[in-house]
């Protein structure tokens, strides 16, 4: 049996229990699962189709080629497209694509109008506040006013939501600024509704619903990284009832003892202060598995939680399996680098927090090299 030298596995049992955990929390308002960046590494039409068949009805993505994707596999689910558009032409694919935009200035009106006559289209647009992210958005309160007026009036427009984004919702000690933000959006984006009854109204990404979800969540909810059983606040997803769904594992495709002065890997960073093991693993940075946990990671095998040792290597890493002749035996053993096995387990937030980022970052990093599979194996139709 053939055993795969890395594979990324992922449950799609365990992003059910993440949305149905996140719409209890909405309580009636929309969830809208963020699938862009290949579903933060996860496989963007697996999850997409995941989401969907949980309770989501609506998807977010970031260019019009990841909403190119999704429609291309046959989902037909609303899809967002929250990313700038680089001109007319951009448009007129996100129209082609039954696709909603973001716009916040004029000037962007003008040319959804334009896109949508040349096409006999309709451009749906979201008109973004910016109340504090400080990217894409206008801080104007009265240009956005002016933008949603434009949107509603412009042939071939429609006006389908306004919607802002929390720069801190994820920092719980944050002075007040998650506050100051949801008040200014709030106050604005109902003056807008009473105006225009029938757009969504949508702020709250996963740390939001998890903070706030009575104020935060308005008609709909952005929610990325929990959907995927990632804690937003980059602490055990289990204390928010979140169930990691992805598993990356490799094997030991060697074990060789190393002797007291024997090195591993380049620049022999690692050199044996006593007799042992080593297994190496078939997995590296090329893969998405960092140079920057070099000496400072763990891996699951057969239940243990074992150091890894010198150098991160493109292809490679090596793991300290101890001077215990019997480590011999775990050769073609699965090792495990985010996931469990046994009573142990290691979290994507564990290796965010070894190299001083975010679980977004380690999921995101798993490259094309690493075969995503889904289990169970029968998912709905899209």
Not at 35 to 54: I, N, Q, R, S, T
Not at 230 to 236: A, M
Not at 306 to 311: I, M
């Amino acid at each position: 049996m053939s055993v795969a030298r890395a594979r990324a596995s992922v449950d799609r049992e365990a992003i059910a229990h993440n949305c149905d955990r996140l719409l209890g929390l909405l309580d009636g308002a929309a969830l809208c699962a963020v699938v862009k960046a290949d579903g933060y590494g996860h496989g963007a039409v697996e999850c997409a189709v995941g989401a969907l068949g949980a309770g989501a009805t609506w998807l977010a993505v970031t260019t019009v080629e990841e909403a190119s994707e999704l429609r291309d596999a046959g989902i037909e689910a609303p899809v967002l497209i929250m990313g700038a558009l680089s001109g007319r032409e951009e448009i007129e694919r996100a129209i082609e694509l039954r696709a909603d935009i973001v716009l916040w200035r004029e000037r962007s009106v003008t040319l959804a109008s334009e896109a949508a006559a040349l096409l006999s289209g309709v451009a749906r647009a979201h008109v973004k506040l910016d109340t504090g992210m400080g990217r894409l958005g206008t801080r104007d309160r009265a240009e956005a006013s002016r933008v949603v007026a434009a949107a509603a009036t412009a042939p071939g427009v429609q006006l389908a939501g306004v919607m802002t984004h929390f720069a801190t919702a994820d920092i719980p000690d944050d002075e007040g600024f998650f506050e100051r933000q949801l008040a200014a959006f709030a106050d604005w984006s109902g003056a807008v509704q009473a105006e225009h009854p029938d757009i969504l109204v949508h702020a709250a990404n996963s740390a939001a619903v998890l903070r706030e979800p009575r104020r935060a969540r308005f008609d709909m909810a952005r929610c990325g990284i929990a959907v995927y059983g990632l804690d937003p606040f980059n602490q055990d997803p289990l204390a928010h009832d979140l169930d990691p769904a992805l598993t990356l594992s490799s094997y030991v495709a060697e074990v060789k003892p190393c002797r007291v002065g024997e090195s591993t890997g380049y620049g022999r960073r690692y050199v044996a202060d006593h007799d042992t093991h080593l297994g190496v693993l078939p997995i590296g940075y090329g893969d998405g598995f960092r140079r920057a946990l070099s000496g400072g990671a763990d891996v699951l095998i057969a239940g243990s939680r074992l150091p890894l040792v010198g150098t991160v290597s493109m292809d490679n890493v090596a793991v300290d399996l101890g001077p215990d002749p019997a480590a011999l035996e775990l050769c073609g053993a699965e090792a495990v680098l985010i996931g469990s096995s046994g009573p142990e387990r290691i979290t994507a937030e564990e290796l965010a927090g070894r190299m001083n980022t975010i679980n977004y970052e380690i999921t995101c990093g798993l490259s094309a090299r690493v075969p995503r599979t889904y289990h169970p194996s029968s998912a709905p139709a899209p």
